[in-house]
């Protein structure tokens, strides 16, 4: 079946520092993959919507310039968590389409970050 | 746009009991209803879907049951082991409108041995 790779699984950084998260899908092209936000006990929020090759597409009150998602290939996507603080302390989870409306979606295994 | 509410949002029950979870939409253009599994600090897991053309599928002790008309889904867990403990999530899409996914808010289900 689809594998979608997530990396890392935890990462620590210190306050005003960016971080990258990658999202990988192992055995499909992902022609689009989603960025989703999961506060502890709360559901999944989605972020943002990237297709390969173009920009993504951010939900309302999602600020691309500090959530910067690049989608360079079919087999991956990137979130980089610009000049992190606090309360971005989260866990992400990126999921990858093989293509629309035929596939559902296969998730990432989350990334837990802490900005300290 | 698409509203997905989800309940109960904690169930426990007795370890051979089973668990429903049901889940109602707003929008009928929906016609894709998966149910994901998440496990503590992980991803969430695919576990069943169904689409608008059939009325309940079941794959061993999961099953789910979908009624268009009146736009709600249901999730069924049979014979519940303690490794069936996690939170579930539902979800609704549209192939129509590009296939994104819009969650329940979640149910943590206990299976208690």
């Known amino acids: 079946g689809a594998v979608v790779s997530q990396h890392p699984s935890r990462v620590i950084c210190k306050s005003g520092t960016s971080v990258k998260i990658e999202c990988r899908s192992l055995?499909?092209?992902?022609?689009?993959m989603f960025w989703y936000r999961q506060f502890p006990k709360k559901s999944l929020m989605l972020m943002a919507t990237?297709?390969?090759?173009?920009?993504?597409?951010?939900e309302q009150g999602v600020e691309k310039d500090k959530f910067l998602i690049n989608h360079a290939s079919l087999t991956l996507s990137t979130l980089t968590v610009t000049s992190a603080h606090p309360e971005d302390s989260s866990f992400y989870i990126c999921?990858?389409?093989?293509?629309?409306?035929?596939?559902?979606?296969?998730f990432g295994s989350g990334t837990r970050l802490t900005v300290v | 746009g698409e509203n997905v509410e989800q309940h109960p949002s904690t169930l426990s029950v007795q370890e051979g009991d089973s668990a429903v979870i049901k889940c109602t939409y707003s929008?009928?253009?929906?016609?894709?209803f998966p149910w994901y599994k998440q496990e503590l600090g992980k991803g969430p897991q695919l576990i069943i879907d169904?689409?608008?053309?059939?009325g309940e599928k079941k794959d061993q002790r999961i099953a789910v049951t979908l009624n268009k008309t009146a736009k709600h889904f249901s999730l069924h867990i049979t014979e519940t082991q303690p490794e069936d403990s996690a939170v579930y999530f539902c979800?609704?899409?549209?192939?129509?409108?590009?296939?994104?996914?819009?969650f329940g808010t979640g149910t943590s289900l206990t299976v208690i041995p």
């Open positions: 999921s990858a389409s093989l293509t629309r409306g035929e596939y559902g979606y296969t």
């Open positions: 990237s297709n390969e090759g173009s920009k993504a597409t951010y």
């Open positions: 979800a609704a899409s549209s192939t129509d409108t590009g296939n994104q996914f819009y």
């Open positions: 169904i689409r608008s053309n059939v």
């Open positions: 929008d009928s253009a929906s016609n894709y």
């Open positions: 055995d499909f092209q992902a022609t689009t």
